[in-house]
């Protein structure tokens, strides 16, 4: 199974999920045409090794996905990152303007004394118009993942999930504790360099 | 056929008229009687049968089932819950349904539809039919509205005549369908296809099929639907080279403004405005897939004005004067004259010249 789900997102991953990521680069770049404050836009295929680890996922001793091609709905992933926490809501309500979505979530800590993880996320459907001509409808994925969120949290994001999402040992709780610790401190960061955005636009205004 | 029964395909497999092939198989057909039953304090209770795979009855239907990909032709998308979660009571009663089929899970189906069906919508009779193709599962919904007729029968020398109200598929070209398709049921689906033949337009689909029964909007939203026709447009008249067939997508961009809150397509405005098949072709051939000539979405004039990068200025003198609207004021010198009138200068090349009966 695991040779030939290889092989089938192999396939998908060159012939359909690049071509679409790069298509889809642009049409998303084109919707948000204009919008101040944007660092950067990016769409990614999900890359076969990632796809694999993801697929081949057990949760008590059961594979998560019974038919990962069709259940895995970030094969495409688009990240739009922002530089203040107030740019968030008018870019997701643009996204929304232009695409169809059927998740809305803002991820963040369950509890309000905890530090981890910020940002918005999307489920939306896949237009049309970023399928190249070469590729059938029925062979691309019908929705693709939108992250949206500021440079501190995207950066924070980055370094956890490169040293603390699949670490080699269980963490200790200090390394734990040094996480939640560069959490606040980017939201520290987020939320001043907000304040100062605000106070210096009001100043100038 | 019990509760727990579940899919098993190949059953009735359809042929394929043209390459001889099996196309379709159905595995599964369920009806129920739907009365309105909307803002009603009690709720009728729902009758149901399981259709036969063969007979009459299943030839009508296997042909409708058959033919529901090309019929249904608005996309549509479930709506997630208000709080943003990913989930959809319609659909997960549908997926449920499509994983056991089952009378009494099919009676779960026809119960949301009972739910917001009013007495304008009247009765009707609701189909369910599974079925599997190349691509997946299949589940197409239909509902007919409720007719009246008139039946004789033959007593002897005389005939007996009765008036009756609960006709069904009198004219089976007047009906709602919607069509789900997934290649497993763990993937499930996320979109579908409506159609509603019993609206005059049928680029609409009545509210309380899509919006309320299945729970959807329109899969293309508003802005995206009309600025892809406004980029298209665009298009088409920078890529056009027959001075006439520019002239008429101008005037067409013009005249489609007035579209403001329909539903439609752009194959539908080409046919509404009655444009040539020159400038249908222009504008087609300028959108990225061939599909999306055919997509449905609600106009949005507002969109519209804002991606269409067109200009047109017409003078009390006759004249008129058009050009791309980010460039109008550097190629088109706009002055107020000593008169008090407005001057406009442009010079560059000639590439066309002729005369028309019309602008």
Redesign the interface.
Known sequence: MTKSLKESYDQRYDKVLLPIAANLENLLAD?LKGRPHIDRIAVRAKSPKSFLTKALKRENGKLE???P???IQDQLGARVIVFYTSDVKPISRRV???????????KQPKSEAEFGYFGKHF?L?L???A?P?KVK??DAP??FELQVRTLYQHAWSEAEHDIGYKPARKLTKIEKRNFAFTAAQSWGADRIFQELHKGLKRRSG | MGEGSSISFAKRPIRDSKSGRHSVAISRIHSYLIHPSKNEATSPLIGGISIPLNGKLFDLLAKIDKTALRECDIDI????KPN???Q?DSRDVLLAYLKTPSLPRGRAIAQLLQRVTTKRSGLGLLFLIVSQDQ?GLRLLISRFPAETGVTAEERGQAIEVQFVEKVFMKNTHTYKSALFR???I??G???GLVVDKQMIDTRGAADYWTREFLES?????S??GT??VAVALQKALKDETDPAIQQELINASQLIINRHGQITSAKKIVQDLSLTSGAAMAIESAF?????YD?TFKFDRDEFKACLVFRSVQLDNGVMLTAENSSFNRVINVAQADTGKTRFTTEGNIVSEKLQKTR
């Open positions: 919707h996905y019974k038919d091609l069709g259940e929304m303007k232009y695409f169809r979505h059927i998740e809305m979530l803002n489920i459907a237009p049309e118009d399928i001509k409808l029925l019908k929705v | 998308m479930f709506r997630p943003g979660k990913q959809n691509h997934c290649t497993s763990q993937a689906f996320w979109d909007d329109l899969k293309n939203t802005a995206a600025k892809r990225v897939r061939p599909e999306l997509s």
